[in-house]
């Protein structure tokens, strides 16, 4: 079975950093797009930043320049190196993979439990 565990979240000063990290555990014949994904109290999941199995990369604006997302296909883990963190950025993040798991199904999408990240001013 297919698990996704968020890890680094955190309480951080206006300024600061932290390093979230995924690990995928689970057998998998394929890992095609890994994301992280936020979600603010009153607000929609939004997509924060999105790495292919290639490497390509693309970022919400608001994200840009700050964060840096990477992946290590051979441990199966993503990360997001957060910068320069805002109280915007406060909630809770999540771990989202595009993979699948039999030969015989299609890609679908797996989540983590989520991880708080709180930004104080």
């Known amino acids: 079975q297919v698990q996704l565990v968020e890890s680094g979240g955190g309480l951080v000063q206006a300024g600061g950093s932290l390093k979230l990290s995924c690990a995928l555990s689970?057998?998998?014949?394929?890992?095609?797009?890994m994301r992280w994904y936020r979600q603010a109290p009153g607000n929609q999941r939004e997509l924060v930043a999105a790495?292919?199995?290639?490497?390509?990369?693309n970022y919400a604006d608001s994200v840009k320049g700050r964060f840096t997302i990477s992946r290590d296909n051979a441990k199966n883990t993503l990360c997001l190196q957060m910068n320069s963190l805002k109280p915007e950025d406060t909630a809770v993040y999540y771990c989202?993979?595009?993979?699948?798991?039999?030969?015989?199904?299609?890609?679908?999408?797996?989540w983590g439990q989520g991880t708080q990240v709180t930004v104080s001013s």
């Open positions: 790495i292919s199995s290639g490497g390509s990369t």
């Open positions: 989202n993979a595009e993979l699948k798991i039999s030969y015989g199904l299609s890609y679908s999408n797996y």
């Open positions: 689970g057998s998998t014949i394929s890992i095609r797009a």
